[in-house]
């Protein structure tokens, strides 16, 4: 039979898993086509604000790559638009003077961030967060302005705001309500959650409406309707999103708020169906990914033939870790009149519960800081059960009979664990068995279980543990380096020594990799551990990413930032004065000093790199490497009045110490001469903080997208103490940790007891001591290796590309 025409206007998340599901019902009934118009393949928009926080990339999130739609024989037009639908003849027609005709066609045209329509909404520094060129939009004005107000107290502002103050920004947010996230949490949740993100550093500006950008060409502030004023270099509008219905507006079709369907998602125009946040369904129109996934396969059932199941609606139910924090609601979570509720509240610790009833059944809940009972609720919600036998505060607890069991052994076979995509414990675990299933990965892949949020990645690492039972190893150990190998990186570690192996290709061909050239995952990953086991191995450059490769950071327009190292943060006379004119010679933009007290040259031209650095003469800062970057140090007991230490002298030797040693990820380390801590020491992988009579070493500090203090490691009362336990601590992470893992996730997966244990004992520590002093003697400074190199010079930055 020939097969049909189906074209999907709109490669979002909804759309695609609808595609997903017409693959496994009848892969060879459709010739498929899908226009997107953003440049990017299908991605993850939920994690738009680990992007924007610069703890992934693009292709981190992406979900099905361009391979993906070539493996199915699917058109994929990126960057292009459809703007009209003849529906008579049966055809679409883009903004590049495309037309493609159909047998079938979906709208998935999703959502459009919605601006506020006041005077200076268009101003430049005013943008929308919705998706990667507005990742883009905020990164850029971060390296450039320090002040920004976000607009909107819901989750898409406060992920902005998060992500805005560890890109270094100053951050106001600014709701017109009086409680935040009103659409998720109840008046206490909000409340807890407000306290906890004043703590992280967020500014409120509850109950004000804006009137005003206020600038000239840019924005420069926002005035309020009670004429007060918030400054801003920069301005976020996250206050909602409205369904995209232009497109089926102008085309004839039925629109209200979104464009109308249906129980099986059809429109009123035949063969065209929505689906997704630009479809309104009974009056309903959803923004959360689980009810567009149950929606996209309603319709590939009623598309494919394959089914007769209706859409009836979903049930709301959010599972959130907002800035670190877990919160939870489903259902009807507000009391009124027809409504009684049950309420925990320990505000020592900031755990919050609420569960409302009506009619002896649990219609809703709320839960701050502590949402292990979220799947048992809402199952309670769906199903309806009656509770009128049950105490009602019992239902906030587990029963007794389960306490003695684990979490997951209690959870009946139908219990959904990942929400997102309908996936419950009976499937992941048959999946297990049936699919000899090790992996987080693996489960992933195979049953969408943790694909979309990831919140329930717990969950589903403890259903292989107890699936699994004695032949279980820790998920971390089984993880496999990528999806080109199924091993782990303590097999690959294993195979590398016992073999003998001493390149990345040869690892990979020997290993028997699936793909023979590797990913841009692995290929790091491998000479990273094979430069760790060897100190000797010479980096392969081909394996490095660009900015490693081209020892400075890549900017979006093509240039250059070259920050050359000031140790401790401390510099002279003299090199300002090379910097000065290595600035002038090279005509630089921008000159600006970083969070890590250095000077950070922006703009420079690839083909001027080896003469900046030749004329700086200074060694690299390496502020582009998987190494050391800085260590941040305060003035001291030499000026400051409040100083018990020398934290500067200090930080300058440790600094000189680990300078171009190659660690998993970067490194940031800190010394501050008392406990007011102005190097901001509690949030360093390694800090170090002056005390009366010695020093506190913390460990593990990250103020990057999930901020983390650091956990105290030990007391040292000497600085020979300290340059004795840095050594050891670093040596034990660049050998344990997995590569791209920060200190503050490595510590959370090995201990800190157990740290504690290695670096304590003598014999241990005076060996990883001796391991990294190696390594370090093997150590060369890159600017001026290349320099030096004509060859490299020549191949790296005379020709067309990196």
């Given at each position: 039979m020939k097969k049909k025409k189906l074209v999907l206007v709109g490669n979002g998340m909804a759309g695609v898993r609808c595609i997903e599901e017409i693959l496994k019902m009848n892969a060879e009934a459709f010739d498929i086509t899908i226009f997107g118009s953003e440049p990017h393949p299908n991605y993850n928009r939920i994690l738009l604000s680990t992007v924007l926080q610069g703890d992934t990339s693009i292709q981190d999130i992406t979900l099905n790559d361009r391979a993906w739609y070539e493996k199915n024989n699917i058109t994929l037009y990126t960057g292009e638009t459809v703007t009209s639908i003849d529906s008579d003849r049966k055809s679409v027609h883009t903004d590049l003077g495309r037309e493609v005709e159909y047998d079938r066609l979906i709208l998935a045209t999703g959502s459009k961030p919605f601006m506020l329509p006041v005077p200076g909404a268009g101003k430049e520094g005013v943008t929308a967060f919705r998706d990667i060129k507005d990742c883009e939009t905020m990164i850029d004005a971060a390296q450039n302005y320090k002040k920004a107000v976000v607009i909107g107290g819901g989750l898409l502002g406060l992920e902005a705001a998060r992500g805005l103050i560890n890109l270094g920004m100053q951050v106001d947010v600014v709701h017109l309500g009086n409680q935040l996230m009103d659409r998720q949490l109840d008046g206490t949740a909000a409340a807890l959650l407000k306290k906890e993100l004043e703590q992280q550093g967020m500014t409120f500006l509850m109950e004000k409406q804006t009137t005003e950008i206020i600038g000239d060409m840019r924005a420069e502030g926002v005035r309020f309707s009670d004429g007060s004023v918030a400054n801003a270099d920069l301005v976020v509008m996250a206050v909602g999103i409205r369904p995209n219905v232009q497109l089926a507006k102008n085309s004839g079709i039925a629109v209200n708020r979104g464009i109308l369907v249906n129980d099986y998602l059809e429109t009123e125009v035949p063969d065209i169906y929505a689906v997704g946040e630009c479809a309104e369904h009974r009056e309903m129109v959803y923004g959360l990914v689980a009810p567009l996934y149950a929606q996209g396969k309603i319709l590939a059932e009623r598309i494919t033939e394959t089914g007769s199941n209706k859409y009836e609606g979903s049930v709301i139910s959010t599972q959130l870790k907002v800035s670190g924090v877990d919160v939870f609601s489903a259902g009807h979570f507000m009391e009124d009149e027809h409504t009684k509720s049950v309420k925990i509240f320990d505000e020592l610790e900031g755990v919050y519960k609420k569960i409302v009833f009506q009619d002896n059944r649990v219609i809703g809940a709320v839960m701050f800081g502590e949402i292990q009972d979220g799947p048992r609720l809402l199952k309670m919600i769906l199903e309806k059960q009656d509770v009128s036998g049950i105490p009602k505060i019992a239902v906030l607890a587990t029963p007794e009979e389960e306490a003695a069991e684990s979490a997951v052994a209690s959870m009946p076979e139908n219990e959904v664990v990942c929400g997102c995509n309908g996936v419950t414990k009976g499937a992941i675990c048959d999946a297990i068995v049936n699919q000899g299933l090790t992996s987080l990965d693996e489960v992933r892949d195979c049953t969408n279980a943790s694909r979309s949020c990831g919140g329930c990645k717990p969950v589903v690492s403890e259903l292989l543990e107890y699936t699994l039972g004695d032949d279980f190893k820790y998920i971390e150990q089984k993880e496999a380096i990528c999806s080109c190998t199924s091993l782990s990186r303590e097999e690959v570690l294993e195979e590398i020594k016992s073999k003998n192996l001493k390149f990345v290709k040869e690892v990979m061909h020997v290993l028997d990799w699936k793909e023979k050239e590797g990913c841009s995952k692995c290929r790091p990953a491998l000479n990273y551990y094979l430069g760790m086991m060897n100190p000797q191995h010479e980096d392969e450059a081909a394996s490095k990413f660009v900015n490693e490769r081209m020892h400075a950071n890549i900017q979006k327009d093509g240039t250059y930032s070259v920050v050359p190292r000031m140790y401790g943060g401390v510099t002279t006379a003299e090199d300002l004065r090379k910097i000065a004119n290595v600035a002038e010679a090279y005509n630089v933009p921008m000159i600006k000093l970083t969070g890590g007290q250095r000077i950070d040259l922006l703009g420079i031209k690839k083909e001027d790199l080896p003469n900046v650095w030749a004329?700086?003469?200074?060694?690299?800062?390496?502020?582009?490497?998987?190494?050391?970057?800085?260590?941040?140090?305060?003035?001291?007991?030499?000026?400051?009045?409040?100083?018990?230490?020398?934290?500067?002298?200090?930080?300058?030797?440790?600094?000189?110490?680990?300078?171009?040693?190659?660690?998993?990820?970067?490194?940031?380390?800190?010394?501050?001469?008392?406990?007011?801590?102005?190097?901001?020491?509690?949030?360093?992988?390694?800090?170090?903080?002056?005390?009366?009579?010695?020093?506190?070493?913390?460990?593990?500090?990250?103020?990057?997208?999930?901020?983390?203090?650091?956990?105290?490691?030990?007391?040292?009362?000497?600085?020979?103490?300290?340059?004795?336990?840095?050594?050891?601590?670093?040596?034990?992470?660049?050998?344990?940790?997995?590569?791209?893992?920060?200190?503050?996730?490595?510590?959370?997966?090995?201990?800190?007891?157990?740290?504690?244990?290695?670096?304590?004992?003598?014999?241990?520590?005076?060996?990883?001591?001796?391991?990294?002093?190696?390594?370090?003697?093997?150590?060369?400074?890159?600017?001026?290796?290349?320099?030096?190199?004509?060859?490299?010079?020549?191949?790296?930055?005379?020709s067309l590309s990196v």
């Amino acid at each position: 039979m020939k097969k049909k025409k189906l074209v999907l206007v709109g490669n979002g998340m909804a759309g695609v898993r609808c595609i997903e599901e017409i693959l496994k019902m009848n892969a060879e009934a459709f010739d498929i086509t899908i226009f997107g118009s953003e440049p990017h393949p299908n991605y993850n928009r939920i994690l738009l604000s680990t992007v924007l926080q610069g703890d992934t990339s693009i292709q981190d999130i992406t979900l099905n790559d361009r391979a993906w739609y070539e493996k199915n024989n699917i058109t994929l037009y990126t960057g292009e638009t459809v703007t009209s639908i003849d529906s008579d003849r049966k055809s679409v027609h883009t903004d590049l003077g495309r037309e493609v005709e159909y047998d079938r066609l979906i709208l998935a045209t999703g959502s459009k961030p919605f601006m506020l329509p006041v005077p200076g909404a268009g101003k430049e520094g005013v943008t929308a967060f919705r998706d990667i060129k507005d990742c883009e939009t905020m990164i850029d004005a971060a390296q450039n302005y320090k002040k920004a107000v976000v607009i909107g107290g819901g989750l898409l502002g406060l992920e902005a705001a998060r992500g805005l103050i560890n890109l270094g920004m100053q951050v106001d947010v600014v709701h017109l309500g009086n409680q935040l996230m009103d659409r998720q949490l109840d008046g206490t949740a909000a409340a807890l959650l407000k306290k906890e993100l004043e703590q992280q550093g967020m500014t409120f500006l509850m109950e004000k409406q804006t009137t005003e950008i206020i600038g000239d060409m840019r924005a420069e502030g926002v005035r309020f309707s009670d004429g007060s004023v918030a400054n801003a270099d920069l301005v976020v509008m996250a206050v909602g999103i409205r369904p995209n219905v232009q497109l089926a507006k102008n085309s004839g079709i039925a629109v209200n708020r979104g464009i109308l369907v249906n129980d099986y998602l059809e429109t009123e125009v035949p063969d065209i169906y929505a689906v997704g946040e630009c479809a309104e369904h009974r009056e309903m129109v959803y923004g959360l990914v689980a009810p567009l996934y149950a929606q996209g396969k309603i319709l590939a059932e009623r598309i494919t033939e394959t089914g007769s199941n209706k859409y009836e609606g979903s049930v709301i139910s959010t599972q959130l870790k907002v800035s670190g924090v877990d919160v939870f609601s489903a259902g009807h979570f507000m009391e009124d009149e027809h409504t009684k509720s049950v309420k925990i509240f320990d505000e020592l610790e900031g755990v919050y519960k609420k569960i409302v009833f009506q009619d002896n059944r649990v219609i809703g809940a709320v839960m701050f800081g502590e949402i292990q009972d979220g799947p048992r609720l809402l199952k309670m919600i769906l199903e309806k059960q009656d509770v009128s036998g049950i105490p009602k505060i019992a239902v906030l607890a587990t029963p007794e009979e389960e306490a003695a069991e684990s979490a997951v052994a209690s959870m009946p076979e139908n219990e959904v664990v990942c929400g997102c995509n309908g996936v419950t414990k009976g499937a992941i675990c048959d999946a297990i068995v049936n699919q000899g299933l090790t992996s987080l990965d693996e489960v992933r892949d195979c049953t969408n279980a943790s694909r979309s949020c990831g919140g329930c990645k717990p969950v589903v690492s403890e259903l292989l543990e107890y699936t699994l039972g004695d032949d279980f190893k820790y998920i971390e150990q089984k993880e496999a380096i990528c999806s080109c190998t199924s091993l782990s990186r303590e097999e690959v570690l294993e195979e590398i020594k016992s073999k003998n192996l001493k390149f990345v290709k040869e690892v990979m061909h020997v290993l028997d990799w699936k793909e023979k050239e590797g990913c841009s995952k692995c290929r790091p990953a491998l000479n990273y551990y094979l430069g760790m086991m060897n100190p000797q191995h010479e980096d392969e450059a081909a394996s490095k990413f660009v900015n490693e490769r081209m020892h400075a950071n890549i900017q979006k327009d093509g240039t250059y930032s070259v920050v050359p190292r000031m140790y401790g943060g401390v510099t002279t006379a003299e090199d300002l004065r090379k910097i000065a004119n290595v600035a002038e010679a090279y005509n630089v933009p921008m000159i600006k000093l970083t969070g890590g007290q250095r000077i950070d040259l922006l703009g420079i031209k690839k083909e001027d790199l080896p003469n900046v650095w030749a004329e700086l003469d200074m060694p690299s800062g390496y502020a582009y490497g998987k190494t050391l970057r800085t260590v941040k140090t305060c003035v001291g007991e030499q000026f400051c009045r409040f100083g018990t230490q020398d934290s500067t002298s200090l930080g300058i030797e440790l600094e000189k110490k680990f300078e171009r040693l190659n660690t998993p990820h970067k490194v940031k380390m800190s010394v501050s001469a008392c406990p007011r801590n102005c190097a901001e020491s509690g949030i360093k992988d390694f800090g170090i903080v002056g005390v009366d009579g010695g020093f506190e070493l913390y460990v593990g500090g990250n103020g990057g997208t999930h901020l983390r203090a650091g956990d105290l490691l030990c007391t040292v009362e000497t600085k020979e103490e300290v340059v004795m336990m840095a050594p050891a601590f670093i040596q034990y992470y660049r050998e344990t940790a997995h590569y791209l893992e920060r200190t503050s996730k490595w510590i959370e997966r090995m201990g800190l007891e157990h740290v504690r244990e290695v670096l304590f004992d003598e014999d241990s520590r005076s060996q990883l001591v001796g391991r990294i002093e190696e390594a370090l003697s093997y150590t060369k400074e890159p600017w001026k290796e290349i320099i030096k190199n004509k060859e490299t010079k020549e191949k790296l930055f005379e020709s067309l590309s990196v």
